[in-house]
């Protein structure tokens, strides 16, 4: 397995737009977490998927952040409309065992 | 709620041994995890405890207490690759599910 893929790497858009992140995590995991990093805030968890279900959306920053699983293949994080505060990396990870997460190289997100 | 501390920086010089603590608080446990982090990169996983003791893998080891709600991250045999930030991680089981929530790091820095 390539391991859990993230599109783009790079991202950089104007304050107002809209940007969706993508994610495919590793066959056969049925954990699916997206966090977000940033030096002030370190590794934030925002929601997290059970089987394609969203268990837990409470780091969710704001209304303006959405997340979705349409199958046990693909995930997004939308941001609209997106803020300069909205900059940081953001990883997709997945698991099977609860052990171990294997995380995304991440999208690094600049809003300007 | 759930918190994780570490502390924020570390320094020692190749071929040394350094232990990183990490100490935490949370409604439920389930385990400690440790990940590595190089800059730009995703974390990666190290070792995980889900009982109390220690466990070993190559130059590496982690080290849980669960009565003192406490675990190390031992690194023996220092090595210029292993500048990188360390994060411990704990496997918290809620009314909703099990997520990982992760310390705020530490950076290692190794000194030749």
């Known amino acids: 397995d390539a391991g859990v893929i993230q599109s783009p790497r790079h991202e950089v858009t104007e304050m107002g737009q809209e940007v969706t992140l993508r994610c495919k995590p590793i066959?056969?995991?049925?954990?699916l977490f997206w966090y977000r990093q940033t030096m002030m805030r370190g590794l934030e968890l925002l929601i997290y998927?059970?089987?394609?279900?969203?268990?837990?959306d409470s780091g969710m920053p704001e209304d303006r952040f959405s997340a979705k699983m349409p199958n046990a293949s693909f995930s997004t994080l939308k941001i609209q409309p997106s803020e300069p505060r909205d900059s940081a990396v953001y990883f997709c990870?997945?698991?099977?065992?609860?052990?171990?997460?294997?995380f995304g190289q991440g999208t690094r997100l600049t809003v300007v | 709620g759930q918190s994780l501390e570490q502390p924020s920086e570390v320094t020692a010089v190749e071929g040394a041994i350094v232990q990183i603590n990490c100490t935490y608080q949370?409604?439920?446990?389930?385990?400690l995890s440790w990940y590595q982090q190089h800059d730009g990169g995703a974390p990666t996983f190290l070792s995980y405890?889900?009982?109390?003791g220690l466990e070993e893998t190559g130059r590496f080891s982690s080290f849980l207490s669960r009565s003192d709600s406490y675990g190390y991250l031992l690194l023996q045999e220092l090595q210029m690759k292993d500048s990188a930030s360390y994060f411990c991680?704990?496997?918290?089981?809620?009314?909703?599910?099990?997520?990982?929530?992760f310390g705020p790091g530490t950076r290692l820095s190794v000194l030749p």
């Open positions: 990870a997945s698991t099977i065992d609860g052990l171990v997460a294997f």
């Open positions: 066959s056969g995991h049925d954990y």
């Open positions: 998927f059970n089987n394609n279900v969203p268990i837990d």
């Open positions: 949370t409604s439920g446990f389930y385990g």
């Open positions: 405890n889900g009982l109390d």
């Open positions: 991680a704990v496997r918290d089981e809620d009314n909703y599910g099990q997520n990982f929530v």
